[in-house]
């Protein structure tokens, strides 16, 4: 199903959590397929139109939207893990796979509920290997800029100006609990039936890295304050030069940039680096608690 409209979208809330990782584990009884893919939807791979920004009517086109997943468990209640991604995997997901999600992994599970399904984006390692679609040099730019999330992309004003950006942002997270839709039933992780084939998708909200609040439900996409950031008009917006910009300079029409609990974002830049945390979701509109990874 695709998503034109993504607002509203809760961002999810940073929160504590322990990963737990074991060997795969495997069983004599019924047992269905799960097939891991991820996605980041027309957003990312055609762009974030005019109507997407209600405030400013900027309009985003991405070009290059690179991620890391580091792992991918799918466990069941009593944290037996029944599939795991073996080695971190580099995704474009401006790379369209002729209308379908990219694949991480296919798998055989018992059939029964596997409530615990968690991911990481990040960190880089000397093992990551491309996805699909994903090439060498993308696998090779996370690892110079020792980077989990890569962007680069143009914003364009209403009058035709244009701002571009490239930015690497290194702090990698930890996605847990996940839930979202199954059969038009809210689950959390998923559930394997006997004989059965089940897409469990990684959805990359790539709006959110716009948003004007970090835990309001009301947050909706902005670009003109990014766009003024540029300090010395070369059209380009830099995280250094976001770094300069306190939120509580930026004027009320141009965005509030609500911080909710969170004490220290105080910039632009810090602002920017605390969203690019909230992209991970589960299965399309679903979501997962997040926290972030010591390195």
Same mark, same amino acid.
């Given at each position: 199903?695709?998503?034109?409209?993504?607002?509203? #979208?809760?961002?999810?809330?940073?929160?504590? %959590?322990?990963?737990?990782?074991?060997? =795969?584990?495997?069983?004599? /009884?019924?047992?269905?397929?799960?097939?891991?893919?991820?996605?980041?939807?027309?957003?990312?791979?055609? %762009?974030?139109?005019?109507?997407?920004?209600?405030?400013?009517?900027? /309009?985003?086109?991405?070009? &290059?939207?690179?991620?890391?997943?580091?792992?991918?468990?799918? *466990?069941?209640?009593?944290?037996? +893990?029944?599939?795991?991604?073996?080695?971190?995997?580099?995704?474009?997901?401006?790379? &369209?796979?002729?209308?379908?999600?990219?694949?991480?992994?296919?798998?055989?599970?018992?059939?029964? *509920?596997?409530?615990?399904? /968690?991911?990481?984006?990040?960190?880089?390692?000397?093992?990551?290997?491309?996805? !699909?679609?994903?090439?060498?040099?993308?696998?090779?730019?996370? $690892?110079?800029?020792?980077?989990? +999330?890569?962007?680069?992309?143009?914003?364009?004003?209403?009058?035709?100006?244009? &701002?571009?950006?490239?930015?690497?942002? =290194?702090?990698?997270?930890?996605?847990?609990?996940?839930? %979202?839709?199954?059969?038009?039933?809210?689950?959390?992780?998923?559930?394997?039936? @006997?004989?059965?084939?089940?897409?469990?998708?990684?959805?990359?909200?790539?709006?959110?890295?716009?948003? !004007? !609040?970090?835990?309001?439900?009301?947050? +909706?996409? #902005?670009?003109?304050?990014?766009?003024?950031?540029? *300090?010395? @008009? !070369?059209?380009?917006?830099?995280?250094?030069?976001?770094?300069?910009?306190?939120?509580?300079?930026?004027?009320?029409?141009?965005?509030?940039?609500?911080?909710?609990?969170?004490?220290? +974002?105080?910039?632009?830049?810090?602002?920017?680096?605390?969203?690019? #945390?909230?992209?991970?979701?589960?299965?399309?509109?679903? /979501?997962?608690?997040? &926290?972030?990874? *010591? $390195?």
């Amino acid at each position: 199903m695709t998503r034109i409209n993504p607002m509203p #979208r809760v961002l999810p809330l940073f929160v504590l %959590g322990v990963a737990l990782l074991f060997a =795969p584990a495997c069983s004599d /009884s019924g047992s269905g397929t799960v097939t891991v893919t991820t996605w980041g939807e027309l957003l990312i791979e055609d %762009g974030l139109t005019s109507d997407i920004f209600p405030k400013d009517h900027w /309009s985003v086109k991405y070009s &290059k939207f690179l991620l890391v997943y580091h792992s991918v468990t799918i *466990a069941d209640a009593n944290n037996k +893990v029944g599939a795991q991604l073996d080695h971190p995997l580099v995704f474009d997901m401006t790379q &369209k796979a002729q209308g379908t999600p990219k694949t991480l992994g296919t798998y055989s599970l018992e059939a029964e *509920a596997w409530p615990n399904v /968690s991911y990481q984006m990040g960190p880089i390692t000397s093992d990551a290997t491309a996805g !699909d679609l994903a090439t060498a040099d993308d696998v090779a730019l996370l $690892q110079n800029d020792q980077a989990t +999330v890569h962007v680069e992309g143009t914003g364009t004003s209403p009058d035709g100006v244009q &701002k571009t950006f490239s930015w690497s942002f =290194p702090t990698p997270t930890f996605f847990e609990g996940c839930h %979202g839709e199954q059969d038009g039933k809210e689950v959390d992780g998923v559930i394997v039936t @006997n004989g059965g084939t089940q897409n469990v998708e990684l959805t990359v909200h790539g709006d959110h890295l716009f948003y !004007d !609040d970090l835990q309001s439900e009301e947050a +909706v996409p #902005r670009f003109q304050a990014l766009a003024d950031a540029d *300090a010395n @008009n !070369d059209g380009v917006i830099t995280l250094q030069e976001l770094d300069q910009v306190p939120l509580y300079t930026i004027p009320i029409d141009k965005g509030s940039y609500g911080t909710g609990a969170l004490g220290n +974002v105080n910039t632009l830049g810090d602002y920017e680096r605390t969203l690019s #945390r909230t992209i991970g979701h589960y299965r399309g509109e679903g /979501s997962c608690n997040s &926290k972030s990874v *010591a $390195q």
